[in-house]
């Protein structure tokens, strides 16, 4: 069954989203989907509840930018 998000929901889930590469966006958002459904709040869905199973789920997709590295006479 699929899930009903309201517009808070899905504007909440489009901004956990951004950081994520656009190609995997898709991959993050079915894994929400999937972790409420495990979690049985697929029925239940709120904005607290669905907030703390997207952000756990988007530390799983997010890489964070390589930033060089600058040596200390670099940086002086």
Not at 6 to 35: C, I, K, M, N, Y
């Amino acid at each position: 069954m699929p899930l009903h998000f309201s517009d808070e929901e899905l504007a909440l889930l489009t901004s956990l989203a951004a950081p994520t590469e656009r190609h995997l966006r898709t991959e993050f958002l079915t894994a929400v989907a999937q972790e409420l459904e495990t979690n049985g709040q697929a029925g239940a869905v709120g904005i607290g509840s669905l907030h703390r199973v997207a952000r756990a789920v988007q530390r799983r997709f997010f890489e964070p930018p390589q930033l060089p590295n600058l040596s200390k006479a670099a940086r002086a």
